[in-house]
């Protein structure tokens, strides 16, 4: 099993008519219902609330087939994010957070034995005590032999002392797997010009590699994706054609497809990860691509089910 440990939220995002409509998500969760929707055995570790937000979050992880058994409630209020969409359908956020549920999960202890890979990412490490709670997580999950995955889906504006969020970054390598990042992000990250070219991006992330991922997958916008390779090779897939309403939940919609595409290949593991040659990384990518399309296609993070792609 697949376990994705991190927030659940609701986007409130712009309509056509001017008003705010809830869409229910949070990296995690939109990573959760990614892998779900494409028949990939998934849990859902997190603190939702018990609020009506709370409880519409929790019917659609189960209509995505994600197990709940992980999933902790409380009476703590749902976390909001305001959405603004930019001429591109890029998105901004703004974010109601404090006292919300997700900040407040407590140490699920040792996950079940046939747990094979844990995803991490976003608001959940970045937000106390929640943050320590997940990282503790990945920690134990690492020493395990779990496929530890990290998306650190970089929040700008809610991270008060980027110093201290960097080193923190820096420290959680060595146990990670499987690193996905975008160049935006990896910019940040790495205190880059925002137009830094890409080829000192690539620096950064043979660094990052160095430290402890056996891949680092990058993605890269409307240029598509790429992976530095256990072997150190860049391998590139061009983006799936679409007409991007917006691109709320693509990068947690790669997330989710790649772990499903690793699980249905029997790769769930840092060492199959490392040995994957470059046709396997071109038909994982390309088929991440081709989900996050869809994605970019309709309004907020609804990822595609795996018939959309032309599988049974």
Not at 58 to 82: F, I, K, M
Not at 125 to 138: C, F, K, M
Not at 228 to 250: C, F, R
Not at 261 to 279: E, F, I, Q, Y
């Amino acid at each position: 099993m697949i376990v994705v440990a991190g927030e659940a939220l609701v986007d409130l995002v712009p309509t056509a008519q001017g008003t705010l409509a809830p869409r229910l998500g949070g990296g995690p969760y939109n990573v959760a219902v990614a892998a779900g929707r494409l028949d990939a055995p998934v849990g859902f570790l997190s603190r939702i609330s018990t609020d009506p937000f709370g409880d519409r979050l929790v019917d659609r992880l189960h209509a995505a087939n994600v197990r709940t058994d992980l999933v902790q409630r409380g009476p703590e209020p749902t976390t909001l994010a305001v959405v603004g969409l930019t001429d591109d359908g890029s998105a901004r956020y703004s974010f109601y957070v404090e006292g919300t549920a997700d900040r407040q999960v407590t140490d699920p202890g040792p996950l079940p034995a046939d747990v094979r890979a844990v995803s991490f990412g976003t608001l959940s490490l970045v937000l106390e005590p929640g943050a320590s709670t997940y990282e503790r997580v990945l920690w134990r999950e690492a020493e395990r032999g779990a496929l530890t995955v990290l998306d650190p889906n970089i929040r700008a504006g809610l991270i008060r002392d980027p110093r201290a969020y960097r080193d923190r970054y820096d420290s959680w390598l060595p146990h990670v797997g499987l690193l996905k990042v975008s160049v935006d992000d990896a910019r940040w990250l790495a205190e880059l010009p925002e137009d830094a070219p890409e080829a000192h991006v690539l620096d950064v992330v043979r660094d990052w590699r160095g430290a402890g991922p056996a891949a680092v997958v990058l993605t890269r916008g409307g240029d598509g994706l790429a992976v530095l390779t256990g072997t150190g090779e860049v391998i590139s897939v061009p983006p799936a054609p679409v007409n991007v309403v917006d691109t709320i939940g693509a990068g947690d919609t790669v997330q989710g497809s790649l772990l499903a595409w690793l699980d249905d290949h029997d790769a769930l593991s840092t060492g199959a990860v490392r040995s994957m040659d470059a046709g396997q990384w071109a038909e994982a990518l390309t088929f991440a691509g081709a989900a996050a399309a869809i994605t970019c296609s309709r309004a907020g993070a609804e990822p595609p089910f795996k018939r959309e792609l032309g599988m049974t």
